[in-house]
C-alpha cells in the first residue's frame, strides 16, 4: 500500500506539475489577451477621441460659417435698407419734379393757347382787311347795276311815253 501511495503521489505530483504548467500557459494566454484587449480596447478609444475631435472641429466650422452668414445678413439688411431710403428719397424728389414740370407744362400749353388766339385774330384781321372792301365792292357793284337797270327801265318807259302817239 505504501507502494501505491508513493506512486498515486508521483502520479498526483505528476499530474500536479502538468496542471502547474498548464495553468501558467493559461495565465500566459490570459496576459496576452488582456495586452490584445487592452490595444484593441486602446484603438478603438483612439479611434473614438478622433471621431469626437474631427465631429467638435467640424461644430466649430459651422459655427464659424453660421456666425458669417449671420454678419453677411445684418450687411445686406444694413444695404436693404439704405437702398429703401434712397428710393424713397428719389420717388419723392421725382413726384417733386414730375409736379413742377406738370405745372411748367401747364403754363407753357396756356402761354400757347394765348399766342394761338392771337394769331388766328391777327389771321382773321389780315383776311378781314381785304375781305371786306371785296365784299363792300361786290354790294356796290350790285346796287350800281341794279340802280342802271331801273333807271334804264324809268327812261325806257320815260322814251317810250314820249315817242307813243297821243290819241
Known amino acids: 500500500m505504501a507502494k501505491q501511495l508513493i506512486e498515486e503521489l508521483q502520479r498526483k505530483n505528476g499530474n500536479g506539475s502538468q496542471i502547474k504548467g498548464q495553468?501558467?500557459?493559461l495565465?500566459?494566454?490570459l496576459s496576452g489577451f488582456t495586452v490584445i484587449e487592452t490595444s484593441t480596447g486602446d484603438a478603438l478609444v483612439k479611434n473614438k477621441l478622433e471621431d469626437i475631435k474631427n465631429i467638435e472641429l467640424k461644430v466649430i466650422k459651422k459655427r464659424r460659417r453660421n456666425k458669417e452668414l449671420?454678419?453677411?445678413k445684418?450687411?445686406?439688411?444694413?444695404?436693404l435698407n439704405a437702398a429703401h431710403a434712397k428710393l424713397s428719397a428719389l420717388s419723392d424728389m421725382t413726384l417733386n419734379k414730375t409736379i413742377g414740370k406738370i405745372s411748367e407744362l401747364r403754363q407753357a400749353n396756356g402761354d400757347l393757347a394765348n399766342k394761338i388766339n392771337i394769331l388766328q385774330k391777327s389771321r382773321f384781321d389780315m383776311v378781314e382787311e381785304p375781305v371786306y372792301p371785296r365784299w363792300l365792292n361786290v354790294c356796290l357793284r350790285a346796287e350800281i347795276k341794279?340802280?342802271?337797270?331801273?333807271?334804264?327801265?324809268?327812261?325806257?318807259?320815260?322814251?317810250?311815253?314820249?315817242?307813243r302817239p297821243e290819241n
Open 70 to 72: 449671420e454678419l453677411e
Open 23 to 25: 495553468i501558467i500557459l
Open 74 to 79: 445684418r450687411e445686406i439688411f444694413v444695404k
Open 146 to 163: 341794279e340802280y342802271q337797270t331801273s333807271s334804264r327801265k324809268t327812261s325806257e318807259k320815260g322814251s317810250s311815253e314820249g315817242f
Open 27 to 29: 495565465e500566459e494566454q
